[in-house]
């Protein structure tokens, strides 16, 4: 059965993007503690997991939040207050209408999931109404997805750099230029929080 989810009025936010690596399970918990359970936007996450290993990432997190958080499904469409998690050696993407599709295609930066894939895809089904946000981790996953999603009118946030357990991934996320908001872990949920809840200024 398709679940229809109403459509956002077009000048609000629609969709938050969530990139961590190492160091982020913490920072996730974090971030969607103080989220509320009342979010009228999903939430999609790409955190690195070994995939040689059985995942237990969502019922952890699941204890830190009120949001319903699960691994994403193939074919779902993501729900408002809901967090979905790219499960393991599985990309996550996201079409027009909220439906999601997991893959095993190539790696990208020697990833799968990738923050980037996820990134750019939210850019191209949402557009302005997405919201990217870089926590903590090596490598540069993310930078090029968020500077996709700012080319489109989304708007992108990074955990400070000097605030995270590890900087590489925000760090080079600043460095793109494309970061609207660089603020410390602590205050990244009241940022996103305040834009989903107002209107987009034209």
């Not at 996730?28 to 103080?34: A, E, I, M, N, S």
């Not at 790696?107 to 799968?112: C, I, P, Q």
């Amino acid at each position: 059965m398709t679940v229809q989810v109403p459509a956002l009025p077009s000048d609000r936010y629609a969709v938050v993007a969530v990139a961590s690596s190492a160091g982020g399970i913490g920072a996730l918990g974090r971030l969607l503690k103080d989220m509320g359970s009342d979010l009228p936007v999903p939430v999609l996450v790409v955190q690195h997991l070994d995939p040689r290993h059985q995942t237990v990432i969502a019922e952890v997190l699941s204890r830190r939040t009120p949001l319903e958080v699960k691994l994403a499904e193939a074919d779902e469409t993501a729900r408002p207050g809901t967090v979905y998690i790219a499960p393991p050696d599985r990309h996550l993407l996201v079409s027009p209408g909220g439906v999601l599709t997991l893959t095993s295609t190539e790696l990208v930066h020697f990833l799968r999931p990738s923050a980037d894939l996820l990134f750019e895809s939210v850019a191209g089904a949402y557009g302005p109404q997405a919201i990217a946000c870089i926590l903590t981790g090596s490598g540069r996953d993310g930078a090029m997805g968020a500077d996709a999603v700012k080319s489109r009118g989304g708007t992108v946030i990074a955990q400070d750099p000097e605030t995270a357990e590890f900087r590489g991934m925000p760090s080079a996320a600043v460095g793109t230029g494309a970061v609207d908001y660089v603020l410390p872990l602590e205050e990244i949920s009241t940022v996103i929080r305040g834009l989903v809840e107002t209107k987009r200024r034209g």
